[in-house]
């Protein structure tokens, strides 16, 4: 199975801060990467798909890459309402999905 | 608009069964790779099961053997059945449907989610 291992686990940041979060595969996954915020009490919401590519209705501030192991999901200038959860997830098989254990963004 | 409405979560004892509901509304399940993703309180992500449109089944080797997905395609639902219930099944379900897009090759994503159902396994 495809292990995903996400850094920091927490991070603490301010308003305006650019906020980089990487996630790293145990082999290769090409592009089979996605990225999701996740709320309190909600449910994840996908950000980034195939590693780079922005899901409609996303800011533009969010943007994803990588490929092979190693992924980046950049915030370019966190909002208030950028606080949340962050889980990369690899699709290189839809039989074994898994998901990196995620990175806890918070307010410093 | 894409709906996905979880329900049949509650209090179950240890050993014993429960099936979860997905009902969807602005898809097609048939057609679709539905999924079951649970998150134990206070942690993270973890893919459970899916089904194919063509009807194959997986699942994680944590559940594989106790739980079952299914689908009625007259009620456009997907369900979760859950025997042989342990604690460490504690958690929220929500279903999800996995975008497949085979002609363009685009790698897969889970774009629609449903609210959650809270499955708690305590004595």
């Known amino acids: 199975d495809i292990q995903m291992t996400q850094s920091p686990s927490s991070l603490s940041a301010s308003v305006g801060d650019r906020v980089t979060i990487t996630c790293r595969a145990s082999q290769s996954i090409s592009s089979y990467l996605n990225w999701y915020q996740q709320k309190p009490g909600k449910a994840p919401n996908l950000l980034i798909y195939?590693?780079?590519s922005l899901q409609s209705g996303v800011p533009s501030r969010f943007s994803g890459s990588g490929s092979g192991t190693d992924f980046t999901l950049i915030i370019s200038s966190l909002q208030p309402e950028d606080f949340a959860t962050y889980y990369c997830?690899?699709?290189?098989?839809?039989?074994?999905?898994?998901f990196g254990q995620g990175t806890k963004l918070e307010i410093k | 608009e894409v709906q996905l409405v979880e329900s049949g979560g509650g209090l179950i004892q240890p050993g014993g069964s429960l099936r979860l509901s997905c009902a969807a509304s602005g898809l097609t399940v048939s057609s679709n790779y539905m999924s079951w993703v649970r998150q134990a309180p206070g942690k993270g992500l973890e893919w459970v099961s899916v089904?194919?449109?063509?009807?194959?089944?997986y699942y994680a080797d944590s559940v594989k053997g106790r739980f079952t997905i299914s689908r009625d395609n007259s009620k456009n639902t997907v369900y979760l059945q859950m025997n042989s219930l342990r604690a460490e099944d504690t958690a929220v379900y929500y279903c999800a449907r996995q975008r497949v897009e085979l002609i363009t090759g685009t790698p897969p994503y889970f774009d629609y989610w449903g609210q959650g159902t809270l499955v708690t396994v305590s004595s």
């Open positions: 195939a590693a780079s």
């Open positions: 997830q690899q699709s290189r098989s839809t039989v074994t999905v898994s």
């Open positions: 089904i194919y449109s063509g009807s194959s089944t």
